[in-house]
């Protein structure tokens, strides 16, 4: 009798919610924008996967992709971790088109180091302002990040006032800035250029914040309230302006650089 050979299925073709722990075929997944069609649980994007999502195909140009993090302290590792990277550190920068709006845009990714902010994430979103200032184009920074990068101490914690100053350039040249939250947007990030935005747009859900909840507690000894820290305590607090699911993203982006460009007589 002959034997029958067990049928294996492949690696990477499925995904579980960490949420509902629904398990999803990756190109149902990926048809929702990395969503899950169950619980409507929001997975991270990376960097890249974000820029399809939001600029028109085939005119994204990026800019600075060989600007690279030194190891000024020499820390243990790190230089292996930022030259095995991506190619692009924590953040990826560049102009392209969404509708009838040329941007400047900059999208940070969480899959490298956490997001976090080094002294490359701060160069190349100066340099993206710069650019926005001298092309006279809207800037929208996507923000996903832990906060100042540890492994660089000091230059890190420059880059916060370093990109501030930068906004504020921007906003004497009235060139408009939105900034779009999404989980996790915390410490160095959130403490600078995640919440200068003239307008500030989140994902449901997103945490936002500087210290952690626990933190926090631990450090004034009280209960927080129920969904501190997450986007839609902050709009109802004033900190955030829209909260919009991330099959509508484009859209209402658009909408807002069409009121924001708007010749007001």
Known sequence: MRLLKKKTIPDGLWTKCKKCEQIIYNKTLEDNLKVCPKCGYYFRLNARE???????????????????????????????????????????????KMGRHKVVIASMDFEFMGGSMGSAVGEKITRAIEKAIAHKMPLLIVSSSGGARMQEGILSLMQMAKTSAALALLGEHRIPYISVLTDPTTGGVAASYAMLGD???????????????????????????????????????????????????????????????????
């Open 199 to 265: 307008v500030i747009v989140s994902e449901p859900k997103a945490l936002v914040g500087f210290a952690g909840p626990r933190v926090i507690e631990q450090t004034i000894r009280q209960k927080l309230p129920e969904g501190f820290q997450l986007s839609e305590f902050l709009e109802d607090h004033g900190m955030v302006d829209i909260i919009t699911e991330r099959k509508e993203l484009k859209n209402t982006l658009i909408k807002v650089l069409d009121f924001l460009t708007a010749k007001h007589k």
């Open 50 to 96: 974000r820029l399809k999502q939001m600029i028109d195909a085939g005119t994204f140009k990026e800019y600075d992709p060989k600007v690279r993090s030194s190891d000024p302290l020499g820390f243990p590792d790190y230089r292996r971790k930022i030259n095995n990277g991506s190619g692009s550190d924590s953040v990826v920068t560049g102009e392209g």
